[in-house]
């Protein structure tokens, strides 16, 4: 689904040169020339027990938030705060629809269902070079198919190969992978690391930028790092919540993912 973050330690191996990135989704989603009318994904939203978990933002004493969204609104995500994509999908397949967002109970939920139709959106908060995100999220038991992902995506077009995937789902299902990349070109222009771990519970994934690295943590324990000055952004970045779909030909499951909150630090 997405891609991501090499350190002074980098969690396991590199892995081999990646076939797809997401260096096509903000900006595709952006200049969609025309609204793309689907029928909304069938899948209703239930109550959720969130509860809050252990936060990175808590363990590490990031202080205040300054920027997010607690989905404290009912029905579609709030446009004051959000881009809601509106065009064709992941690499041209399938479709993002507003219509796959609902808001209830304090969470935002988006479906994926059996054709393709998903959704994500760009957050309009806190577009700023160095600070921390972290984002409290779920999925169901996923179709392997559908990738959910946290991306930190560049506000400057010149800076597209910079994306920091500091949480994304891959067809591996009972894991999760942040992902740095920090290049264009057909190399392996990226440092990952993977974390096994069950998605349908909610976690708590977050992201510290500084000049010094880039530091990713599930539930306030370290999972990533990379310290290489040459893999980091020049430029400020903002949050993207998506939901992507990567069709193999099988039959695809209606899939979802949940977010309690997204909040951000100086």
């Not at 029928?39 to 997010?68: E, F, I, K, L, M």
């Not at 991306?151 to 010149?158: E, G, K």
């Amino acid at each position: 689904m997405t891609a991501a973050p090499a350190p002074a330690a980098v969690p396991a191996a590199a892995p081999a040169a990646v076939s797809y990135t997401h260096l096509d989704v903000y900006k595709r989603q952006a200049q969609a020339a025309a609204p793309v009318k689907v029928a909304p994904a069938a899948t209703p939203v239930a109550p959720a027990a969130t509860g809050s978990g252990t936060q990175a933002a808590t363990v590490r004493g990031w202080g205040a938030v300054v920027a997010g969204d607690e989905f404290s609104n009912t029905g579609a995500p709030d446009r004051t705060k959000w881009g809601v994509y509106n065009g064709t999908g992941h690499a041209g397949k399938g479709v993002r629809s507003p219509a796959a967002w609902a808001v209830a109970n304090g969470v935002a939920t988006v479906s994926g269902n059996s054709a393709g139709t998903t959704g994500g959106m760009s957050a309009k908060f806190a577009k700023q070079k160095y600070g921390k995100w972290e984002t409290r999220m779920k999925t169901n038991a996923r179709d392997p198919q559908y990738h959910p992902v946290l991306i930190l995506w560049p506000d400057n077009s010149d800076s597209k190969c910079a994306e920091i995937d500091y949480a994304e789902g891959t067809s591996d299902t009972a894991q999760m992978k942040f992902f740095l990349h920090y290049a264009c070109g057909g190399g392996n222009f990226q440092t990952t690391a993977a974390k096994a771990i069950d998605t349908t519970q909610w976690h708590n994934y977050a992201v510290e930028w500084t000049p010094a690295g880039i530091t990713g943590y599930i539930d306030g324990v370290k999972t990533f790092t990379d310290t290489n000055p040459a893999h980091q952004p020049t430029g400020t970045m903002h949050q993207t919540l998506q939901l992507d779909w990567f069709p193999t030909g099988a039959r695809t499951a209606p899939s979802q993912m949940q977010v309690d909150w997204v909040r951000v630090y100086k």
